[in-house]
Each structure stands twice: as structure tokens, then as C-alpha cells.
């Protein structure tokens, strides 16, 4: 079946197409839409980390170090690198008793583009604190601490921390620790690969996690807070917030993207992996999935509308194309 998602026009002309995969599990894990291959094996990139927070959690790091809902919330971000989220970072660093050179993560260019500007403006070099994922390695290092572990090499595969890690990265996904493959991610920690569907599935079991369970404070933490999972201006940011606590959405590098969503009549899943790594074609696609299960109120999905066929202008800011993003989802309902 063809994969076929979205197509750029520059004018009238085709410019470029790209493939993409979904796939959609009810509350019982079973699969009940899809497009393209549902099976694709992936590597969810940051898509993941509610599933390594979970990790740290069962370490007792949260209570041992009085983490709070905003720190968890971090712990699951790709954030923009803004004051609030670097500030924060420092302080979950001390209350871990660790401190910035302990961090395994480098620094680099900040996702958002007002950071960038204020950075260049000010001849800011960044450091290993800012990093997208350093909520995710301050997290990493209090799990270390929490269970007596040396901090240095934490991010290595051969760390008991990371061991730890795999061990529950599998269970969430619902999958035995060998099936799930492992490389190492652009942050330096490793990083998970299994089934397009599995990671449906993990997102499926943040939203339906019963309260009071490690899962549900991850679900809490990331839609009380989604300005630290992302930032301002960003697509998960305003994702969570255009849903009110309704729906928990991460992002991956390279075009990953997990969504949980709470109903009345029933818990989903869903994850969409765009082959070519286009972030702009996943948030569109994103918001074309959620239309089409019909996710929430239009005016929720309104929110987004920014998103879902993107105008393309150059430098002059005169319109030359549109991306049109448009197939169906196949139902594997009886």
C-alpha cells in the first residue's frame, strides 16, 4: 500500500512528496487504523521519554530529591532552551546533588528561533544546560544517585542505570527486553527502536494509566505543563494546551511524533513516523490524523489550523507554495 502522505506544490508544480506511517491502538492495545505501515520499526527519538522519566520514577529520585510536577514535566521535554527551562534545569541539578559538568549532553543551537536571535545578540555560547534534552540527563543523574550509582558514564549502555532504563523502556512499550533495539541518540543517551504500533501503545497506557500511578503523574505533568515540554510558539506546546489535559502529545527528532488520547468511549494511541524527517509534514499530518478520527472539538483542532497545510514563502514573504497533506486511514475494525 502506498505511503504516499503529503505533497508540496511550489505554484501549481509538484516539489516534493513524502511517505509517512500511523498507526492508531484502542485501550486494549489492538490495532484499529493505519496508514502505510503500522509495523515500521522506528526509533521514536525523544517521542520516548515519558517511558525513560517512568525510569527514573521507580528510582525514588522524585521523592528522594523533591522534584517537583514542573521537574517531571522537564524530565519528558524537548524544550527551547528558554530562560525558565534552563533555570530550571540548575535547579533540579542541585537538588540531585549534581552539578553541569556532570551532564553528558552538549550544548547547541536552541530550537526556538527568538532564543537564537537573543543568543546571537548577546554572543551566547551554549553549554551542556541547554540542551533540549537536559531535563531528560538531570533526570538521568537523580536516578543514578537515588539507587547509590556512580554518575559518571550514566549515559553509557554499560551503565546499571541505563539497564534499568531498557528493562522499563520494554515493558511500556509491551514488548520482551530483546525485541527493542537500541542506538545511540542525538543527546548522547541511548535510544529505543520497535514497532510504529508499540509506540502507540506506550502513549495509549500514559493516558489510561488509573491515577496515582507513576504513569498518570508523567500524563499530569507533561498537560499541566506543556509550556516546559516544548516552548513557546511550539507544536506540542500548543497541542496540549489547545486540548486541556485531554490528549498527551510528544514529539521525536526526525519527523516522530506519539499522541495519548483520553475519551469517554475509549483510550488511544497513536504514532506517525514521516520518512523523509520533514517536522513541518509531521505537525501537519498530526492534525490531519486528529481530524480524521475526530479527536476533540473543531474549535480544539482550530488551534492548530496554522499547521495543518502550511504556506511556503520566500524571502520576500510572497507566497510560492502550500503543502497539501491528504489520504485515509484504513480501519481494521470488524
Known sequence: MSALAATLYRGEIVEN????????????????????????????????????????????????????????ALMCASHSSEPRHIERVR?????AQASESDL?????????????????KRGF??????????????????GARALGLALADYHL????????VRRTMA??????????????DGCNLPTPAFPLAHLARLFM?????????????????????????AGEGRFCTLLMQAFDGTLVGKTGADAC?????????????????????????????????LEQLGIGTQQQRDALAAFRQPVVRNTMGVPTGQLDVRFTLHSHQA
Request: with cysteine; proline share 7%; aromatic share 4%.
Open 17 to 72: 512528496t513524502h511517505a509517512a506511517h500511523v498507526a492508531v491502538v484502542d485501550a486494549h492495545g489492538r490495532l484499529v487504523h493505519s496508514f502505510g505501515d503500522p509495523q515500521r520499526i522506528t526509533l521514536p527519538r525523544s517521542a520516548a521519554k515519558p517511558a525513560q522519566a517512568l525510569a527514573v520514577i521507580e528510582t525514588g529520585a522524585l521523592e528522594r530529591f523533591g522534584f517537583t510536577e514542573e521537574d517531571l
Open 91 to 95: 535547579a533540579m541539578l542541585a537538588k
Open 104 to 120: 553528558r549532553c552538549g550544548g547547541h543551537p536552541p530550537i526556538s528561533d527568538a532564543v537564537q536571535r537573543d543568543w546571537i
Open 125 to 142: 555560547t551554549p553549554t551542556a544546560v541547554c540542551s533540549n534534552c537536559s531535563g531528560k540527563h538531570a533526570g538521568m543523574l537523580a
Open 157 to 164: 549502555p554499560g551503565h546499571p542505570l541505563q539497564a534499568h
Open 171 to 184: 515493558r511500556a512499550a509491551g514488548l520482551p527486553d530483546d525485541a527493542v533495539q537500541w542506538a545511540i
Open 205 to 229: 497506557t500514559v493516558a489510561d494509566a488509573p491515577q496515582d500511578t507513576p504513569l498518570a503523574r508523567i500524563h499530569r505533568a507533561m498537560t499541566a505543563h506543556p509550556e516546559l515540554v
Open 257 to 289: 511524533y506519539a499522541i495519548g488520547v483520553r475519551r469517554e468511549h475509549g483510550t488511544l494511541g497513536i504514532a506517525i513516523k514521516v520518512e523523509d524527517g520533514n517536522t513541518a509534514v509531521l505537525n501537519a499530518v498530526v492534525v490531519h490524523v
